[in-house]
Nanobody, 118 residues
Framework: QVQLVESGGGLVQAGGALRLSCAAS????????MGWFRQAPGKEREFVAR????????YYTDSVKGRFTISRDNAKNTVYLQMNSLKPEDTAVYYC???????????WGQGTQVTVSS
C-alpha cells in the first residue's frame, strides 16, 4: 500500500511558477514510476508528466514541454513538478500517481488545486 499526499498548489498569475510536491509513504518508492495528471472542470483527467523509478527518464505531454519539469528524490520519497510560464489553461486539480505496470498496482493522491489567472 502506498499513500500519496500532494502539496504546493495555489493561485498564481499567468507567467508565474509553482512547484508541486507529492510525498509517498512506504519503503518501496523507487520501484514505482511516478506521474502527474490534471483534471480541469468539465474535462477528463489527462496525463501531464511521468518519471521512471530511477529518475533517469521523463515523459511530458506536448502542451507542457519546455515549461514543466518532473523530478524525484528517492531518499525523501517525493516527486516534484516544477511548473514555469504558467498559462490560464493550466488551471486544474493536479494529481500524483504511483504505479508499477508489471504488477498492475497503482495509487492516486487526493489532488491539489492550481489556478492561473490571466
Amino acid at each position: 500500500q502506498v499513500q500519496l499526499v500532494e502539496s504546493g498548489g495555489g493561485l498564481v498569475q499567468a507567467g508565474g511558477a509553482l512547484r508541486l510536491s507529492c510525498a509517498a509513504s512506504g519503503r518501496t518508492f523507487s520501484r514505482y514510476r511516478m506521474g502527474w495528471f490534471r483534471q480541469a472542470p468539465g474535462k477528463e483527467r489527462e496525463f501531464v508528466a511521468r518519471i521512471t523509478g530511477s529518475g533517469d527518464t521523463t515523459y511530458y505531454t506536448d502542451s507542457v514541454k519546455g515549461r514543466f519539469t518532473i523530478s524525484r528524490d528517492n531518499a525523501k520519497n517525493t516527486v516534484y513538478l516544477q511548473m514555469n510560464s504558467l498559462k490560464p489553461e493550466d488551471t486544474a486539480v493536479y494529481y500524483c500517481k504511483a504505479d508499477r505496470p508489471a504488477s498492475g498496482d497503482y495509487y492516486w493522491g487526493q489532488g491539489t488545486q492550481v489556478t492561473v489567472s490571466s
